[in-house]
């Protein structure tokens, strides 16, 4: 409950998801496209993101990049809006990326490299490489992991369908929303 990971610093992101969106838009009472619409305004910015995809047909691969939605911050430390007193006052609701770090974040646990990088900001991630705290089995944290995956996945193929706009895969945005 340290609040780090809840926070941008200058170069991290939350992603949200369409069902993340409507679950936290649901849970603050802003209801049907315009309640989306109000949520998307408030708390959403344009964030770039990329995906690597093999053609199964010819079996290329290439990596992709497109936009796709984040928490705005605020503040220096760019905390998200929804962080009091260091604790997430939406923590019933909170989006999938919130539920799942570390553990289901592949770029974490695909990499040792990385999760130690990360350690140096996070204490939870230090406590783990000193084999303190909540014991995860390999099962759970593939479980996790692939789940990221396939919500990535999913997102990546609409967004591919759609000729990369992001405003025809989310008909709720609105034309101003901020763009990083
Ligand atoms: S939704 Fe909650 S857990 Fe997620 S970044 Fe915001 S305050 Fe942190």
Same mark, same amino acid.
Request: hydrophobic share 35%.
């Given at each position: 409950m340290c609040g780090t990971c809840c926070r941008g610093?200058? #170069?991290? #992101?939350?992603?949200? $998801?369409?069902?993340?969106?409507?679950?936290?838009?649901?849970?603050?009472?802003?209801?049907?496209?315009?309640?989306?619409?109000?949520? +998307?305004?408030? $708390?959403? &910015?344009?964030?770039?993101? +990329?995906? %690597?995809?093999?053609?199964? &047909?010819?079996?290329?691969?290439? +990596? $992709?990049?497109?936009?796709?939605?984040?928490?705005? %911050?605020?503040?220096?430390? #760019?905390?998200c809006h929804f962080l009091k007193d260091n604790k997430c006052t939406v923590h019933k609701a909170r989006p999938f990326q919130c539920r799942a770090f570390p553990i289901g974040w592949n770029m974490l646990i695909n990499s040792l490299r990385n999760f130690k990088d990360y350690s140096k900001r996070c204490p939870a991630l230090q406590k783990s490489l000193e084999n303190q705290g909540y014991f995860y089995s390999k099962n759970e944290i593939i479980k996790w992991a692939r789940q990221e995956y396939e919500m990535e996945k999913n997102f990546f193929i609409k967004m591919k369908k759609n000729?990369?706009?992001?405003?025809?895969? $989310?008909?709720?945005?609105?034309?101003?929303?901020?763009?990083?």
């Open positions: 610093l200058g #170069e991290g #992101e939350v992603f949200l $998801y369409k069902n993340d969106i409507k679950t936290l838009a649901n849970h603050l009472n802003l209801k049907g496209k315009s309640g989306l619409r109000e949520f +998307t305004k408030k $708390y959403l &910015k344009i964030i770039n993101d +990329t995906f %690597f995809w093999r053609n199964p &047909k010819t079996k290329k691969g290439k +990596t $992709y990049r497109f936009k796709t939605l984040g928490f705005k %911050f605020t503040g220096n430390d #760019e905390h000729d990369f706009n992001i405003f025809r895969v $989310y008909k709720f945005l609105p034309n101003d929303i901020a763009n990083k």
